[in-house]
């Protein structure tokens, strides 16, 4: 016969976690600390425990808050105490930052909120540790049609990169395109690579009447626009 288990009885965290709710409601994001914000992240995922140990390590393991938002879900899985619940938290956080600064991009024409775009970019890529090669598509008046992931790898490897661009634009009609990729050594600096790449992406657009505004690369470190380098 089974024995009733007792009710949870390990340390009774509600008062810090009260307190951590008060600030935030009254100083908003900017009254807590980043280990506090992920804390109570996870406390709501795993309510019955100290998230604040747990909250710490991801911070160390991640390198901050950028990385840890934007970790995959196997590399979280490889920190101890994070299960399905918690993983979903963090990425549900990181989801839901996204679509803010995205919409802010979406809502006025791109060359003229060129700092949300940057914004958008860098929460999105800047902390990634696999490259990533997208294409912005934007109408004749500069607006976001679409947002694309091209391929995932190294940006040198693309015999078919260009034209896979150029068909693209062709299709949605695009009258002008943005390339982005980020480098995970978190330098920006284009390499000679990212710089003939962009070459060949112009020429291919310009018979077509697609312009290239520009190839932004992100990294932890900042970004770089070829275009304000001189470079297109």
């Given amino acids: 016969m089974s024995v009733p288990q007792p ?36 406390a709501l995922a795993i309510p019955r425990r100290d998230t604040k140990p ?4 991801l911070l160390a ?3 901050g808050i950028g990385g840890l938002l934007t970790a995959d879900a196997e590399a979280l899985s490889r920190v101890s105490g994070m299960g399905e619940t ?18 802010e991009v979406a809502a006025k024409p791109v060359l ?29 008046r ?26 693209r634009a062709t299709d949605l009609g695009s009258a002008a395109i943005i390339l982005v990729h980020n ?4 330098d920006p600096a284009p390499s000679r690579a990212d710089i003939e790449i962009t070459r060949r992406v112009g020429q291919a657009g310009k018979p077509l009447g697609i312009a290239l505004h520009d190839h932004i690369i992100i990294g ?3 970004h770089s626009s070829l275009r304000a380098m001189g470079l297109i």
């Fill in 7 to 42: 009710p949870f009885s390990g340390p009774d965290h509600s008062g810090h976690r009260a307190r951590l709710r008060k600030r935030l409601a009254e100083q908003g994001g900017d009254g807590l600390l980043d280990h506090e914000l992920i804390e109570y992240l996870l």
């Fill in 54 to 57: 747990l909250a710490k390590a």
């Fill in 61 to 63: 393991e991640f390198g």
């Fill in 86 to 103: 918690s993983i979903a938290a963090i990425k549900i956080a990181h989801a839901a930052a996204i679509r803010l600064v995205r919409a």
């Fill in 112 to 140: 003229a909120n060129w700092q949300a775009l940057l914004d958008y970019l860098r929460a999105d890529m800047a902390h990634r540790t696999n490259e990533c090669v997208r294409v912005l598509h934007l109408n004749a």
């Fill in 142 to 167: 500069n607006m976001l049609i679409r947002d694309e992931k091209m391929s995932e790898g190294t940006i040198d490897e693309a015999a078919v990169y260009v034209r896979e661009v150029i068909r």
């Fill in 183 to 186: 480098h995970p050594s978190g």
């Fill in 220 to 222: 932890a470190e900042g």
